[in-house]
Each structure stands twice: as C-alpha cells, then as structure tokens.
C-alpha cells in the first residue's frame, strides 16, 4: 500500500492535506526538528496530533536535529511530551536520542532519518534490529540502486518524490559570519530569500538560510518525481515524502492531491504515461515561480557518483 507523507506548516494546512489524501504529516518545533516549514508551539503540537489521529491518519514528529550537549539536555522532556499527546513515530538522525530512548518512559516508535548517510540496505537494516520501524533514504541515491536495494530491507524506506532537496549544513552560522565580516546587517531567516550562485553559470540558485541548527543550503533544482511514481510503486518503494519548505499554502495542498490522485491510479492499475505526463505538468503549475524543478539523482549512472 502506498504511503504518502507530507510536511504542513499550519493547521489549518494540515486539515486541507489530510482531506487531500495525506497519510502521514510531519512536523515538529524548530528546537529539534531540521529544515521544517513552520515552528508549532507545545499546544499546537498537541492539537494537531488530535486532529490528525481524528482522521485515522499517522502523526510524525521530526526531532531528526544534530543534538549538540545544550540541546541533548531538553530532549527527555521533549520525549515525555511527545509520548503524551501519543504520536505515531519521531524521525531522528541523532544515535544519542536512540541511546537516550532505551529508557522506557521514553521510547517512542521512531524513523532513521540520518540524511546523507542512509544508503545501503545493511545500515538500515543495522537501524532497524536497533528499534527503527522505518528509514528515509538518502536523496543522493538513484532508482538503480533503490531497486537493487529494495528487496533486502526489512523495514520501509522512505522515498522523496517532491520537493527542495538539502545539500549542505553546516553547525557554522556562515551567513552571520559573512555579514559581520563585510559589516551588512540583513536578515539569515528562510523568509529572507537568499541564494548563492555560481558565477561561472548563472542558472545555479542554490537557497540558503541560517537557523538554531546552523546554516543549510540546497539544490539549485527541487525534486519532481512524479512521471517516475509507477517504477517506484513496482519497486515496492511505496512509501513517498513531499516536502513543502518552499511551497507555501494551497499550492502545496494541491500538489499533495495530484500525488494522491497518482496513487490511486497506480494501486487500481490505470497509470499511463498520459496521465503521468498530465499529472507531471499540473504539479510544476503549482511550484513556486523561479524555483526549477527536476529528477535529481534518480537516472544517475551510480557508477558516476564518488
């Protein structure tokens, strides 16, 4: 059965993703959670958990942050509270918070969601014997070695099928250094817009914002996969992520219901390269205007990448 799983940033966006066909909504505080589209205070966490479970949907919370001593010393509490108000898994790239987890009265279901590092079935797999119900894979990895990979796991993967891809974070606050340096006072926050750009090609737009976390910087492309959702469904990777960072509100919603709309067709056996096509176009007239969108790695030679 085919999975989709979405980021929100509003509840009132939740509510409108959940009647658009979401199984599963990922969100969090932004004291733990890495790269989120908005910051949901305690209270909202709880409503929206409520509201969530209300539509017999899945509740995922990211606390998938790099947990550096200050912030290992909240996560406990930060634990209790999500045992509390009864969600569904956590997603963490931090081992200390596994380890953390061996208490009882914090164990909580939780996904392996270590970024760049998930790659190979043997590390998930390792992930999954240590307690992980499910793993994001990488998106550096192309649909060669997913389908070789695929058949060995013995838990889910989650694949990215939408949405603005992180390249590079780093704990440095490289644009507040920047700044300070050349003696400019401007904004680092994602609202800010800021990109960098090669200048020896002018089509590279690689978004940058600065954060708790430190700084991250992202694809000059975002993600499209949706002409490829059959092959992944053949596959079995069945489990499909849409990340909305950059793509506020109701197109983000309207997005979520294509890929649905694409999930329904695949599971009762009328996908078509048409409908693949059209569904393709519909979803680039809802992105973001001069945010480009492509495959990524998904037809990279993995012979090519070192």
Known sequence: MIEIVVTCESIPQAEALL?????????????FGLRLPADFSREEQSELTQLIHQKGKKAIVAVNGIMHPEKMKLIPEYLRFLKEINVDQILV???????????????????????????????????????????????????????????????????????????????????????????????????????????????????????????????????????????????????????????????FVAIAALIYQAKVAIEAGNWTEELAQELAEAVASHHP????????FYYVNPKKIR
């Not at 205007?289 to 990524?296: A, E, I, N, P, V």
């Open 289 to 296: 205007k001069g945010r480009g969108l492509d495959t990524g």
């Open 93 to 251: 790239g931090d081992p200390g918070i596994i380890q953390v987890m061996k208490q009882k009265e914090l164990a909580l279901p939780f996904i392996y969601a270590a970024e760049t590092l998930v790659t190979n079935a043997r590390q998930i797999n390792f992930w999954g014997k240590k307690g992980a119900t499910g793993a994001v894979l990488a998106r550096e990895v192309p649909f060669e070695e997913m389908a070789v990979m695929e058949p060995a796991l013995e838990i889910p993967v989650e694949v990215q099928v939408y949405g603005a891809t992180c390249i590079h974070q780093s704990k440095r606050p490289l644009l507040e250094n920047y700044y300070r340096y050349t003696r400019q006072e401007e904004g680092v926050a994602k609202e800010r817009g800021l990109f960098l750009s090669d200048p020896q090609d002018e089509n590279t737009h690689y978004s940058i914002f600065e954060d708790d976390h430190g700084t991250h910087i992202f694809a000059t492309n975002d993600l499209s996969l949706v002409k490829e959702l059959g092959e992944l469904a053949q596959a079995g990777l069945t489990t499909w992520k849409l990340d909305g960072i950059f793509t506020p509100g109701a197109d």
């Open 19 to 31: 009647a658009s066909g979401a199984d599963s909504l990922v969100f969090g505080e932004a004291t």
